[in-house]
T-cell receptor, first 114, second 114 residues
Framework: ETGVTQTPRHLVMGMTNKKSLKCEQH?????MYWYKQSAKKPLELMFV???????ENNSVPSRFSPECPNSSHLFLHLHTLQPEDSALYLC?????????????FGQGTRLTVV | GENVEQHPSTLSVQEGDSAVIKCTYS??????FPWYKQELGKRPQLIID?????GEKKDQRIAVTLNKTAKHFSLHITETQPEDSAVYFC?????????????FGKGTLLTVNP
């Protein structure tokens, strides 16, 4: 266990559904990230949160909506997704000290959009 | 922003041989270069990292070299074993907006044949 937990592990949803992915870290880190992993783009950064504030939105479509209520929790709200959004969604956390540090990943949520 | 290129995309070696994976990056301000290993169905995990003030780092059978002038870094695995089979990702940490963030290469699928 790396201290980053994601739920659910698997999710199948229709294109008109609304669902949320949850990530929790028990490492006391100050930064959290959402990555999308697919065959075309193996580790694509989506969002960055530092001290609960969003500092990066990597041109992600609005059907993906992140939420970070505190430094330990991160959500990804999903709405009217497309089949091409099917992928593994990985959450990660790190302790940012101004120079880049190790990111600890959760086990991911395997999302299938039907 | 940062762009990381990784080669080769696939690498097959015989057990006991060495494996080398190479990455280049574009942002001369990047200062942290980690390597992650992702086994099938598992999360990416850090195996070794190097900072810009160091040219080489070793940890048992794994070594990483960095050439800041040429903006490339490499992973070297000696005496490969079947359990080294996995996807390996390089990354570079550069400043994006108000936060440092990791940009990953596309990964190398390493297969070690017994």
């Amino acid at each position: 266990e790396t201290g980053v937990t994601q739920t659910p592990r698997h999710l199948v949803m229709g294109m008109t559904n609304k669902k949320s992915l949850k990530c929790e870290q028990h490492l006391g880190h100050n930064a959290m990230y959402w990555y999308k992993q697919s065959a075309k783009k193996p580790l694509e950064l989506m969002f960055v949160y530092n001290f609960k504030e969003q500092t990066e939105n990597n041109s992600v479509p609005s059907r993906f909506s992140p939420e970070c209520p505190n430094s330990s929790h991160l959500f990804l709200h999903l709405h009217t997704l497309q089949p091409e959004d099917s992928a593994l969604y990985l959450c990660a956390s790190s302790q940012e000290t101004g120079g880049g540090t190790e990111a600890f990943f959760g086990q991911g949520t395997r999302l299938t959009v039907v | 922003g940062e762009n990381v290129e990784q080669h080769p995309s696939t690498l097959s070696v015989q057990e006991g041989d060495s494996a080398v994976i190479k990455c280049t990056y574009s942002d001369s301000a990047s200062n942290y270069f980690p390597w992650y290993k992702q086994e099938l169905g598992k999360r990416p995990q850090l195996i070794i990292d190097i900072r810009s003030n160091v040219g080489e780092k070793k940890d048992q059978r794994i070594a990483v070299t960095l050439n800041k002038t040429a903006k490339h870094f490499s992973l070297h695995i000696t005496e490969t074993q079947p359990e080294d089979s996995a996807v390996y990702f390089c990354a570079a940490s550069g400043r994006g907006g108000s936060n440092y963030k990791l940009t990953f290469g596309k990964g190398t699928l390493l297969t070690v044949n017994p």
